[in-house]
Structure formats: C-alpha cells, structure tokens
T-cell receptor, first 115, second 115 residues
C-alpha cells in the first residue's frame, strides 16, 4: 500500500533562516506528490506538486521541494523563513491501489518560525 | 475565481441525529472529494464524485454517504451520528479526477461537533 511519512511533529526555525520539512514516501510506480499548508481553522492550501519532470519543484509563497527517487523523499524547503510561514504542513501522495484513487496524507509537521 | 465553499462552517449535533454537509466546487471543476480530519486519525479519504458518480470510497461505514448534482455541487450525509464523528470535514475539488495528476483545492471545512 502507498504511504507517506513526516518524521518530525514540529520544526522550529528562526526568521530569516532556511527551513526544511521532511517527507518520505512509499509507492509502487511513479509517485504523484503534493504539499499542502493548513492555517488555524482553515482548510488546506495547495503549495506545490511533483508529477514528472524536474526534480526541483517551485511552488507558492517561495516554497520549493526536491523529489529524490533514490531516497524516496520529497522535502519541502524555503531559503528564508517568515513568521507568517508558521502553520501545519502536510505531505500527500496519490494512492491508486485497490481500485481507488485518493490522496494519502502524512501526519503533518507543525512549523514554528520565531522572530 | 471563487474557491471551494462549504456550508455550514460549524455544526453541533447530538448522538443519533443525522447531518448533511454541502460543498460547492470551483467553477468548472467536476471532481469533488471529501476528507475527514481528526486529531487522532489525521486526514482520511471519504469518497470522490465525478460527473454525479461515486468513483472511489474510503474505509468508512455505510452511515457516511454522499452525492453529486449535475452542477457538480456535492453533499455528504452522516446518519446516526456517533461521538467519534466529531471532526473537520473537508471538501476538495479538481477539474478532473486525480488520475490525471490534477491538483485538489480544498474548502475551509465544516467543523462538526457531536454531543
């Protein structure tokens, strides 16, 4: 079965420093990978996705992610963190097994950016 | 373009009652998926509708049902509510189903509290 793991419950970073939120996946076949962000009492906002092509994907709000097939990872990165980036981040993978087609989400990583 | 809208935003029900949640997708989007978000189970897929047909269903009991109308608006219904049904219910829309590498865009969610 397809799965996605976010090994860190929380990531703390100082404003202006680079940030990384980790995600690893397990899929059969070519993965469709996504990053979403959730602010308090809000739905999920799409940041970026990898379907095929360049391993470095650029998304909204200055975020980017690097697809690494050999390490089965899709880490989210930003060169310079903002306090307003503080939120809950979810990695997701498309699951097309067992005659279904849905997103499977990681458990989420809370990013805290300190001024 | 207006985003995904969900109504109502908040609901309080008692055990045994039933509830209907509504989702209006982004204009032009024909695929609607529903997810349940709880602190314990995280984000879990409920079902997906496309062209008024349920394409996929997650691992939820038959008390959870849904439908999609000809204008792509969708409703989900939960009958005989249980305390464990308390959750944030998220609706997501995309132009086509996930199989084509589509991005799902989420609404703000309906927060359901079962007492």
């Amino acid at each position: 079965a397809q799965s996605v793991a976010q090994p860190e419950d929380q990531v703390n970073v100082a404003e202006g420093n680079p940030l990384t939120v980790k995600c690893t996946y397990s899929v059969s076949g070519n993965p469709y990978l996504f990053w979403y962000v959730q602010y308090p009492n809000r739905g999920l906002q799409f940041l970026l996705k990898y379907i095929t092509g360049d391993n470095l994907v650029k998304g909204s709000y200055g975020f980017e992610a690097e697809f690494n097939k050999s390490q089965t990872s899709f880490h989210l990165k930003k060169p310079s963190a903002l306090v307003s980036d503080s939120a809950l981040y979810f990695c997701a993978v498309r699951d097309s097994s067992y005659n279904t087609d849905k997103l499977i989400f990681g458990t989420g990583t809370r990013l805290q950016v300190f001024p | 373009k207006a985003g995904v809208t969900q109504t109502p935003r908040y609901l309080i029900k008692t055990r045994g009652q039933q509830v209907t949640l509504s989702c209006s997708p982004i204009s032009g989007h024909r695929s609607v998926s529903w997810y349940q978000q709880t602190p314990g189970q995280g984000l879990q897929f409920l079902f997906e509708y496309f062209s008024e047909t349920q394409r996929n269903k997650g691992n939820f009991p038959g008390r959870f049902s849904g439908r999609q109308f000809s204008n792509s608006r969708s409703e989900m219904n939960v009958s005989t509510l249980e305390l464990g049904d308390s959750a944030l219910y998220l609706c997501a829309s995309s132009p086509m189903p996930l199989a084509g590498g589509e991005t799902q865009y989420f609404g703000p969610g309906t927060r359901l509290l079962v007492l």
